[in-house]
Structures are given as C-alpha cells and as structure tokens.
C-alpha cells in the first residue's frame, strides 16, 4: 500500500513539474502573435481591456494603418444605473400622452432596493421603490402638459455595502409612453452622473464597441479612421457571431481592404483569430496581435488564481471552438 502511494505522489509530482515546464509554451499557444506585413486595416475586438485599447491605439499610431474597425455585440435594451444619476432620454416624436411605464427591478442591499424618481420635462411624475422582481411601474402624466421633450429617471439612494461586498444598482429594463416603446440605448438617450447638473454625462451605447471607439479616439486615432460595427446579441458563440458581422459588413459596404491584423487579449487570441478567420472570405488576409495586460503574463500567470482560472477557461473555449467549427 505504502508503495503504491508512494508511486502515485511521484506521478502527480512529475504531472505537476510538466505542466509548470510547458505552461509558458501553452500561454505562448494561446496568445498567439502573428500580425500580417503591410496591412492597413487594425481590427479591435471592442470587449477588451482599457490596456489592450491603449496597445491598440498605440499600435495603430506606431504603424502603416490606416483605417481601425471596433466590432462587438449588441448590448440588451436594459440598462443598469451603478451610481447616483439619471438615465435621460430626449424624445424626438413629441406628442401628448397620458401615461408613462418602466419596468425595472433592482437588488436589496442594507435591506432597501433601489428607489427612482421619475420626471417628465419638469415636472415630478412620482418617486417609487423597485423589487427584486421585474415590475411595470405607471406613472400618469399631468394634463397640462402637451408635448414631452425629455423624460428623466433618476437613481436617488445608490449604496454599496463594503462589509457584504454588495451594491445596489438600479435595472431599468424598458420604458413606454403610452404603448410606444422607447429604447434606452440611442443617441438620444445619456446618463448624468452623480449632481446632475450635465457636467458629467456619458452616452448610452448600444455595445462595447460604441465605448471602445470613443477611447480610442481620445488616445489619438482619428475620427475618420473609425469603424464601429454591432453584432446581434446572443448568449454563446459571441466571438464568432462578431466575426461574422464583420465580414458581412465588409461584404456589403465592398470594403477595398484585404489585408488586417486583428488584436485580441492574451489567451484568447488564438480562439478569435481562427474564428474570424474562417468567418472572413478567402481572399482576406487577417493576422493576429496578443496584448497582455501585464508584462509577466506568460511566465507567472499560473502563480495567480485569477489569471489561472482565466487561462483555464480560455483552453476549454479554444477546444469548445475547434471541436464545434471544425468537427461538427
């Protein structure tokens, strides 16, 4: 018995000392980095880091660019409001309605949910307490009032619970007037945070790729040069449907260049370069560029829990897509 315990911590021990030896080649593998000579076109995927975005625009600058193209999924209608403010929504179709109607819903935290206090032009339609349920809240709207220009909700008690590690936000799923439904996330939509008083606002984009363009163009890329591009929303496979909607983007607006280089966050790397490059069309070249957020990555990343849970994830995904774009 001793023996064969014995045998078995040897095995396990040597497992071990293996996948310490081959891990830096592993994260090697994943982060692949293997841009195409000459290309003109930066292809960013928009859910990446603020570092991989500072890299990208850094990238873009140092290079022969000349355009860059942010491409990621849609967001849901739903918006979630995480600090004192409010979602403001200038309405274009001004008419005369009798009522107003938000569902929302929101977590208890320090035992309340999130309140809201519900404006229409200047006027105080009523302040209510959301549940943990999502529920469809009226609000009638004065009679005198003939035409609306702007509805305003405002999260009033925002509260984060450091003992509990919890924060209370309020989830705004959708809001009508009348039966007209009018979409959260549109130009016309913004969210003025903490005074409201419009100093600090920020839009209500649609996808990350909306947020990840407007930071690029802050770090230097010039407007002109910026392409955003949304593809529709879906629970998996979310690498690929972007992928695909870049090439039928691509495809529908006879985009001239041929020859890219994708860039992509570390470990998943290799995942979004195979995807997209069997989403694109024969005749587009796209190579692939690696950021890591810190520059130990690949030879300390399985010392932390973090990043080795995340290499993990991204190892069982990368098989995920083989297994299912190539073999199914």
Do not use: C
């Not at 320090?110 to 999502?134: F, K, R, W």
């Not at 005074?195 to 770090?219: F, P, V």
Request: charge should be neutral; proline fraction near 3%.
């Amino acid at each position: 018995m001793l023996k064969k315990v014995f045998f078995i911590s040897i095995f396990l021990l040597a497992l071990i000392l293996l996948a310490r030896l081959l891990a830096p080649s592993w994260y090697r593998f994943l982060a692949v980095d293997q841009p195409v000579q000459n290309a003109k076109v930066l292809l960013v995927e928009g859910w990446v880091s603020d570092t991989t975005l500072k890299n990208a625009a850094q990238t873009f600058l140092e290079g022969k660019y000349s355009k860059i193209i942010v491409a990621s999924i849609l967001f849901s209608n739903e918006y979630g409001i995480n600090s004192t403010g409010s979602l403001v929504y200038n309405i274009r179709e001004r008419a005369k309605y009798d009522s107003l109607f938000i569902k929302a819903h929101s977590k208890k935290v320090s035992g309340e949910y999130a309140e809201m206090l519900v404006m229409v032009n200047e006027d105080t339609l009523g302040e209510t307490s959301t549940t943990a349920e999502i529920k469809k809240y009226a609000f009638p709207i004065p009679q005198q009032v003939d035409s609306i220009q702007q509805v305003k909700i405002t999260f009033t008690n925002d509260f984060f619970d450091f003992a509990q590690k919890a924060d209370r936000n309020l989830i705004v799923d959708s809001l009508f007037l009348d039966q007209t439904f009018v979409p959260n996330r549109t130009d016309d939509v913004y969210f003025d945070r903490n005074k409201i008083d419009g100093l600090s606002t920020e839009r209500a984009y649609t996808s990350r790729a909306g947020s990840a363009a407007d930071y690029l163009i802050e770090l230097g890329i010039p407007a002109e040069a910026m392409y955003t591009i949304d593809a529709p929303n879906v629970e998996f496979n979310r690498t690929y449907t972007t992928a695909v909607a870049v090439a039928a983007w691509m495809e529908e607006n006879n985009f001239p260049e041929k020859r890219m280089n994708l860039i992509s966050e570390n470990a998943h790397a290799r995942r979004s370069w195979m995807l997209f490059k069997k989403a694109m069309p024969d005749n587009v070249e796209i190579g692939i560029i690696s950021s890591s957020r810190f520059d130990d990555d690949e030879i300390k990343w399985w010392k932390n829990k973090g990043k080795r849970a995340y290499v993990f994830n991204q190892t069982l995904k990368f098989w995920y897509a083989v297994i299912s774009y190539f073999f199914v």
